[in-house]
């Protein structure tokens, strides 16, 4: 979760995308509320690491295709995937490959998902992954509207302005 600087954006954005979906999908949660959805992640690389903000257009279908989508990968990649609700958070504690390295994760996530939700997380990695073998790193999303006119849900688009469609990756289409 921490070497968001180092990986290509788009890899990073779709990875953060599918975690939170994947994250939220296996909980009882209420679903995010259609429309354009700002997230803004950083990692614990301060300054030399500025956030990376997004832009994601939703629906209701788009939501759960992203929920089933991030719970197959999890289900694929996580010997461990244990979650559960406290009073005002969700906490999920996860051991998941990430190519030869295996990722240790707590991470606490807090918010109503109508208007605004935070995930924050500490991640160890063994052996190190791109150098590092731990990191911490914050997620947060907030509703900001409508989806822009011609935005089609799962769409995302990029810091530098390029627009991507989550649902349209291989991923999103079982390959």
């Not at 690389?45 to 295709?65: E, F």
Request: hydrophobic share 35%.
């Amino acid at each position: 979760m921490t070497t968001f600087a180092r990986l290509p954006r788009i890899a990073a954005v779709a990875a953060t995308c599918l975690l939170l979906a994947g994250a939220a999908g296996a909980m009882d949660y209420p679903a995010r509320k259609p429309g354009l959805w700002e997230m803004t992640i950083q990692g614990d690389g301060g300054a030399r690491t500025p956030a990376m903000s997004t832009q994601q257009c939703i629906d209701a279908a788009t939501d759960k295709a992203m929920r089933e989508m991030g719970g197959g990968m999890e289900r694929q990649n996580c010997a461990k995937q244990d979650m559960r609700n406290e009073p005002g958070r969700m906490v999920i504690d996860s051991v998941c490959k990430i190519g030869t390295t295996t990722s240790t994760t707590h991470a606490v996530v807090t918010g109503d998902f109508g208007s605004a939700y935070r995930m924050e997380t500490r991640s160890t990695y063994s052996p190190p992954m791109m150098g590092r073998s731990e990191g911490t790193a914050v997620i947060e999303a907030r509703w900001v509207g409508p989806c822009k006119p011609g935005q089609k849900p799962g769409e995302v688009v990029l810091p530098n302005g390029m627009k991507m469609n989550l649902l349209e990756m291989p991923a999103a289409r079982g390959k």
